[in-house]
């Protein structure tokens, strides 16, 4: 697996890009191209995660970028990677360039290294080669610094790569090279020869396009040793990028650059070479990603998959040319929370995308008067078109300068914009708004948002996006070291779109669910058992046919800390539920229970408050007959359920 890093969906010659690109693009001629290709995410750590896992970022903690320093973050060990899956099925898999998932530093020394992902051997770096791609130094090989290295990045990768299979013990066992590469990402830089094919060598487009020239020079060296190790029949080789360009030039037609789930943002170059078994020198239109190679590996290699929700679906099929024959379990789908779009889906020819509701808390000040700090440096200096030229000041913030002061203070800035772990609980609580649709077979530059002239097909999407953003929110690791920060567990877990019972019943009544400012939980049941007391009394209350009076009962129970025969008030441990807005038809979350370790539950429970809360049998039934108006419900019997809701009879069991 070859992977580079911010190569844009316009770079290579196969791609109509303006780089020479040779050996890349025989491999795309003889082999299969894909045309909608597509990274795991905008940026690179999460798409890497993707790329490994075949699940969508968020199900393993990776919401952006990852800065070791200062965030916990990483690839979680239980994540099933393609190494760990092919080393159960006997494959030697070895890992060279760039890693990005996580490595140990003096802040975070329990982060794993690629050795405990499923690699025998590794060579990598943390993040990006430095302080080039020039004669790096932070290289490490299986846990030891190497110091300087002589020579361009791509390279210096490629001979590791190259020894390790001159030198690998069990010559006919079958492996997995693993193959990051550094380039294009800045800070560039490329043999002067072939900077100057591109333009002046001190031109940044020009270095730009030279590094991607050296990366296709060192891929011919690599193909032909392994042509020489086996022959091609033997040896599957698939080629992409982490996300797309920085450069909004090497993005084609398309919306957006890195960073943003547009079009630019997240398609990229994709070609899969197996002579002999796939059907070679087609062009496949249909949309492929980063998220298929664990599945379409596990079954070119006969290997067991993962016993785990996969988003990605094996492109073998389509790889064989029975177009007609491949169908996608789920649609591709995005979810970046720093990213403008937040979210994305593409279905055949449509994309969807969407915004998330709020912003989230940074330091706008702060940001504002590095940036002006920035700028001024490079005026006052004179550099300021040179560190710019063919981008802009806003994209080289995030991307590099040359300047070691600009750099430096670059560095602050990059802090005051990265992700915060404090923001995940908000952020798995998020809702979204601003939906766009789009029509990629007409439209690729997502010009022309389609949501009001098709009404159907953006229901539909809309739809499907938010349940997949939703059940990867709900399945996604919280880092967030916040006190007292809930972390949503559903007591039942949402599959689809679907409501409850339960959440009818709180619609009709119009229960509160949120607290008010000052408001802690305990004050937030009172205010209800109130509110249902005043309506039990005026007889103003509703039932839908699935809130029972044993039901509603039990909701009695788990709101009222005061009775010693009942269960006392749940919610001291569990979370009310959180409405929302039920006409905005987002996912209703129904009960919910922070993350709470047993040393902390028993202390909970030695609480005095505790003491004499006993659940007898009676009560038990009524909080079952709860729990089971939790199960979900399709939209339409949802609506059935408020329509059908009747006014309570006080003269019942109730009374």
């Not at 697996?1 to 003889?30: E, F, H, I, S, W």
């Not at 919401?63 to 494959?91: C, F, V």
């Not at 043999?191 to 270095?207: F, H, I, R």
């Not at 000052?518 to 809130?547: F, S, W, Y």
Request: aromatic content about 8%; charged content about 20%.
């Amino acid at each position: 697996m070859l992977l580079a890093d911010d190569l844009g969906y316009q770079d290579l010659g196969c791609y109509g890009g303006p780089v020479k690109t040779p050996v890349l693009d025989t491999l795309a001629r003889n082999g299969v191209q894909f045309s909608n290709f597509y990274s795991g995410a905008a940026v690179c750590s999460p798409s890497r995660a993707v790329l490994l896992t075949g699940r969508t970022n968020l199900r393993s903690g990776i919401y952006s970028w990852i800065n070791d320093h200062d965030q916990k973050a990483h690839l979680p060990r239980p994540e099933i990677t393609i190494a760990e899956m092919l080393q159960s099925a006997g494959y030697a898999t070895a890992h060279f360039g760039k890693w990005h998932l996580g490595m140990p530093t003096n802040a975070h020394p329990d982060k794993p290294t690629p050795d405990q992902q499923g690699f025998d051997y590794w060579f990598a770096t943390a993040n990006n080669a430095q302080p080039s791609h020039h004669h790096p130094v932070n290289f490490i090989r299986n846990g030891n610094a190497t110091g300087k290295l002589e020579g361009y990045a791509c390279d210096i990768v490629v001979n590791d790569a190259i020894g390790w299979l001159d030198n690998r013990p069990a010559k006919a066992q079958p492996f997995l090279l693993n193959i990051w590469f550094h380039e294009p990402h800045a800070p560039l830089a490329a043999p002067k020869s072939l900077t100057a094919q591109y333009g002046d060598t001190s031109d940044p487009a020009a270095v730009y396009s030279a590094t991607i020239a050296n990366t296709d020079q060192a891929i011919g060296r690599l193909l032909a040793k392994l042509q020489e190790v086996d022959s091609r029949e033997n040896t599957l080789v698939i080629y992409a990028s982490d996300n797309g360009s920085y450069r909004s030039d090497r993005v084609g037609n398309l919306r957006g650059t890195k960073g943003t789930n547009y079009e630019g943002g997240i398609r990229v170059p994709g070609i899969f070479s197996w002579p002999g078994h796939w059907q070679n020198g087609q062009v496949i239109d249909q949309p492929a990603g980063l998220v298929d190679l664990l599945p379409t590996i596990a079954q070119a290699a006969n290997a067991k998959l993962p016993d785990r929700h996969l988003d990605g679906t094996d492109l073998s099929n389509l790889l064989r040319g029975h177009l007609g024959q491949f169908k996608r379990h789920q649609p591709l789908f995005w979810m970046l929370p720093l990213s403008g779009p937040a979210i994305a889906i593409r279905d055949q020819q449509y994309s969807l995308v969407a915004y998330r509701q709020g912003a989230l808390p940074k330091d706008e000040q702060s940001i504002t008067a590095i940036k002006q700090q920035i700028k001024e440096l490079l005026i006052s200096k004179s550099i300021f078109e040179s560190e710019t030229r063919g981008s802009t000041f806003d994209k080289q913030l995030f991307e590099g300068f040359n300047d070691r002061e600009a750099e430096q203070l670059r560095g602050r800035f990059i802090r005051l914009n990265q992700f915060h772990e404090s923001w995940i609980p908000g952020l798995k609580q998020s809702s979204f708004d601003r939906f766009e649709l789009y029509d990629l077979s007409d439209d690729p530059g997502q010009q022309l948002d389609l949501s009001v002239r098709l009404p159907v097909v953006h229901y539909k999407l809309k739809k499907r996006l938010q349940a997949l953003a939703y059940d990867a929110l709900d399945e996604a690791v919280d880092w967030s070291d916040s006190s007292g920060a809930p972390k949503p567990l559903r007591v039942h877990r949402l599959k689809s779109s679907y409501r409850s019972g339960f959440d009818a019943f709180l619609y009709v009544n119009r229960i509160p669910t949120e607290l008010e400012q000052g408001e802690t939980h305990a004050e937030l049941c009172d205010r209800i058992l109130g509110r249902l007391a005043n309506q039990e009394g005026r007889v103003l209350i509703k039932l839908p046919p699935l809130m029972d009076g044993q039901a509603y009962a039990g909701f009695k129970i788990a709101l009222d800390g005061r009775t010693r025969t009942g269960a006392g008030r749940c919610f001291h441990c569990h979370q009310l539920p959180n409405l929302d807005h039920p006409e905005a038809e987002p996912l209703v979350p129904t009960l919910r229970g922070p993350a709470i370790t047993k040393a902390q539950l028993a202390n909970i429970l030695n609480d005095a408050t505790h003491q004499d809360i006993q659940l007898n049998e009676d009560g038990l039934s009524k909080i079952v007959s709860l729990l089971q108006t939790f199960d979900d419900l399709p939209d339409q019997p949802f609506r059935q359920q408020i329509l059908d809701a009747k006014v309570l009879n006080i003269t019942g069991d109730l009374q």
